[in-house]
Nanobody
Framework: QVQLVESGGGLVQAGNSLRLSCVASGRTFSMYAMGWFRQAPGKEREFVAAISGSGVRTYYGDSVKGRFTISRDNAKNTVYLQMNSLTPDDTAVYYC???????????????????????WGQGTQVTVSS
């Protein structure tokens, strides 16, 4: 059974940084793509970032491109989301997602859709104050 546990959320002032972590268990981590989504109150869930199983390919949502960086450490079964230059619009619950069947990603749209149908963590709250 795949389990995903996020951590690293919290309250931060605008302009500062946070790093989220997601530890996966239950299968061979490096074989599967991983990603992050977020959902703010009253808004639809939003794709944030994705990374292929090897870590070679990464994709980002338009609202975070250039500010957030996704990475993974396959030896630690962990995927990270480094978030810089945070703004109040980044306030949301951040969810880690794991692909159900593959590590390769065929582009941004593919990354978003395949991870939406994957396994999910319980989420971690990020609050950015102005």
């Amino acid at each position: 059974q795949v389990q995903l546990v996020e951590s690293g959320g919290g309250l931060v002032q605008a302009g500062n940084s946070l790093r989220l972590s997601c530890v996966a268990s239950g299968r061979t981590f490096s074989m599967y793509a991983m990603g992050w989504f977020r959902q703010a109150p009253g808004k639809e869930r939003e794709f944030v970032a994705a990374i292929s199983g090897s870590g070679v390919r990464t994709y980002y949502g338009d609202s975070v491109k250039g500010r957030f960086t996704i990475s993974r450490d396959n030896a630690k079964n962990t995927v990270y989301l480094q978030m810089n230059s945070l703004t109040p619009d980044d306030t949301a619950v951040y969810y880690c997602a794991a692909d159900r069947s593959r590590g390769y990603l065929y582009g941004l749209s593919d990354a978003r859709s395949t991870l939406e149908n994957g396994y999910w963590g319980q989420g971690t709250q990020v609050t950015v104050s102005s």
